[in-house]
């Protein structure tokens, strides 16, 4: 699912340069759970970026679900990353006036099928799928942590992407609401999508299926065995 | 991204912040408003000039003779042989002579004037005219030389019933009149007499004049009677009655104007263009006025385009992660940027629809002020305004671009965000 090759990312700061990812190699197979670990600043939500065709800017090889990213301009990234990839951040990134709904919908304003019932029908059952089915009406201000969470899961998963990409997702909730948004993710796993997320949360590694150690801007893979 | 999609995202932004909306499109709707408004009222009044004040036929050529004659080298006379030459000018589809009464004429009037009572004391100019100039403003009688003790057939100046009626009847409690009701009405007139100076000579000659109708092409200051009784009463009166004081050429087409004035030129003849001069100096006035406030007009709306551009800047930084959401969703770098300039297009519509609007409410305010307030001065036109749509459509679409062109750069700079960037902050 995921194959990046000597992928280099360096930025300037006042001190000088500073390389982030030093010849990284990563392999993700189709259907597994991993994760990637590694101290604040050790460029995990950098690598997460490149490979969701957030960040073009970057020196290497990086291929998701058969897209080869390097070949892809600006528009054929917005359609990777509006049918191949969904992203999950620790901040939710919620859309504050749009509702529960509305934010979960949000992938449909910029793909290619219409607007219309369908759409919100689908947009239902995601919610549905995540457990927010109640609460589609609500804004996000009207919404706990761990709900704020799941919409932004629901949206994630809205246009059936082959690949999550899990940026701390635990980071902002509470140890239950977290153990609930875990348990999401052990389901959504078994439902046979790939998931990669970036932690440094002992709790959100242990439920992968293979954990990845970032250091000095390059994978270590085996760091342990996650708890499944 | 889908026009449906993109209607929803934009209405969805814009209802966030109303009060923002509210004021970037009161911006463009002054500035829009004020130009409606004054170009309207510049159309408007630039007709009034053109159709009230000084109707000038488009087709129509007024032929003098030359106001200096030197010996013989001297101008052309304006006799019958050189009217026929006239009329030979191949793009010449008419001509119709005039010659002045040439002896002085006055009138003293003391009776009865449309149900009230006029006593007046006038001295009376009277030009002489083909009759096919004013026919179509005949209303009584076919204007023609009247045998022995008829009335004399003559034509108004329907812009001195204007005068008449705005200027001359309410201070003194004289009736309004129309142009149908004054035909008829008939008052005596003294040939070779003067009240004003010792010019005329001979005997004075009593007869009537009777209004047969009124007409545009009338003199203003006078009369218009019969070619033929002009030259009978000048023949009576022992003075000129063989040359002509002007001759009216019809143009076969309004295009052809300017070659018959260069052949009647040619032939040592002068055009009287005083009235087409006053009313395209009045015309211009109008025009350059117009064009001030227009411009001033469009500056407005150049600082309502740098206010909704200085509004999306402001807007677009604090979006930031939500520009960044979206581009994590799939929103391409154009997606982003029509989106900005969507939201500032309806902007713009709804800037531009209310300042339409404000205009035809003011335009109608300013109309209706004026018929209540403003005294009924003559040539006061029951309008101001010209509306017309293309006008509207103008507005509108400079409403629109103005919007569009103050969001051109802020747009760019959303689009040109990085979501790994924004997204991280």
Redesign the interface.
């Given at each position: 699912m995921i194959i990046a090759r000597d992928l280099r990312k360096a930025y300037r700061d006042g001190s000088g340069e500073v390389r982030v990812l030093n010849g990284l190699d990563l392999d993700v197979r189709a259907g597994e759970f991993a994760a990637v670990v590694g101290a604040s600043g050790s460029g995990k939500?950098?690598l997460l970026?490149v490979l969701?065709g957030?960040?073009a800017?970057y020196q290497g090889q990086v291929e998701v679900a058969g897209a080869r990213l390097r070949e892809l301009d600006?528009?054929g990234?917005?359609?990777f990353?509006?049918?191949q990839v969904g992203?999950v951040?620790q901040a939710f990134?919620?859309?504050p006036?749009?509702t529960a709904l509305?934010n979960v919908l949000?992938?449909?304003?910029?793909?290619?099928e219409?607007?219309g019932p369908e759409l919100r029908r689908r947009g239902r059952d995601t919610l549905a799928r995540v457990g927010m089915s109640e609460k589609e009406d609500r804004l996000p201000a009207q919404l706990s942590g761990g709900e704020r969470q799941r919409v932004a899961i629901a949206?994630a998963l809205f246009?059936e992407p082959k690949l999550l990409l899990c940026d701390e997702p635990t980071g902002n909730l509470d140890e239950t609401t977290g153990g609930e948004v875990i348990g999401l993710f052990r389901a959504l796993h078994r439902e046979g999508l790939t998931i990669l997320v970036v932690t440094h949360e002992d709790r959100m590694s242990g439920a992968a299926q293979r954990v990845l150690r970032l250091t000095a801007g390059v994978i270590r893979d085996g760091a342990g065995e996650g708890v499944r | 991204?889908?026009i449906?999609?993109?209607r929803?995202?934009v209405l969805?932004s814009l209802?966030?912040d109303w009060k923002g909306v509210a004021f970037s499109a009161l911006g463009v709707a002054i500035g829009i408003g004020s130009l409606v408004f004054f170009v309207s009222l510049g159309l408007g009044v630039d007709r009034v000039v053109r159709q009230k004040i000084f109707p000038t036929e488009a087709t129509l050529v007024d032929v003098v003779p030359p106001s200096v004659s030197i010996g013989v080298l001297g101008g052309a006379k304006l006799d019958q042989s050189t009217v026929d030459r006239l009329a030979k000018l191949s793009d010449v589809a008419q001509v119709y002579r005039k010659m002045n009464v040439r002896i002085p004429a006055a009138s003293r009037y003391d009776g009865p004037f449309f149900g009230s009572n006029l006593r007046i004391a006038v001295e009376i100019l009277a030009v002489g005219v083909d009759a096919g100039l004013v026919r179509k403003d005949v209303l009584l009688g076919d204007f023609s030389d009247p045998p022995p003790g008829e009335p004399i057939p003559a034509v108004a100046s329907s812009r001195l019933l204007e005068i008449y009626n705005k200027s001359f009847a309410p201070p003194r409690n004289l009736p309004q009149l129309s142009p149908t009701l004054v035909v008829g009405f008939t008052l005596p007139v003294i040939f070779n007499r003067t009240f004003v100076g010792g010019t005329a000579t001979g005997p004075s000659m009593a007869g009537q004049v009777q209004v047969v109708g009124v007409s545009e092409r009338a003199l203003v200051a006078g009369i218009n009677i019969p070619l033929e009784t002009a030259m009978r009463l000048n023949r009576l009166g022992s003075v000129d009655a063989q040359t002509f004081s002007g001759v009216t050429l019809v143009a076969r087409d309004p295009s052809a104007v300017p070659r018959i004035i260069q052949a009647v030129k040619g032939m040592g003849l002068q055009i009287d263009d005083q009235e087409r001069r006053l009313a395209q100096n009045a015309g211009a006035a109008v025009l350059i006025t117009t064009y001030a406030m227009a411009l001033l007009s469009m500056l407005i709306c150049l600082l309502a385009a740098v206010n909704i551009a200085q509004a999306l800047f402001a807007a677009v930084s604090a979006r930031a992660?939500?520009i960044?959401?979206?581009?994590?969703?799939?929103?391409?770098?154009?997606?982003i940027r029509n989106l900005i300039l969507a939201e500032a297009g309806v902007i713009g519509l709804i800037g531009g629809g209310l300042g339409v609007l404000g205009a035809l409410v003011l335009a109608a305010a300013v109309d209706r002020l004026s018929a209540s307030r403003l005294p009924n001065f003559p040539f006061k036109p029951d309008t101001f305004f010209s509306h017309d749509w293309r006008i509207f459509a103008g507005g509108l679409a400079l409403g629109i671009l103005a919007a569009l062109a103050g969001s051109f750069l802020p747009s760019r700079q959303a689009a040109a965000m990085?979501?790994?960037t924004t997204?991280?902050e």
């Open positions: 939500s950098t970026h969701g957030l960040d800017d600006d528009a990234l917005a359609l990353r509006n049918r992203f951040f990134h919620l859309i006036n749009l509305d949000l992938p449909a304003f910029f793909g290619a219409p607007f949206r246009a | 991204m889908r449906s999609s993109l929803r995202l969805l209802s966030r992660k939500e960044g959401i979206m581009q994590a969703v799939g929103a391409s770098r154009r997606d990085n979501p790994a997204i991280a």
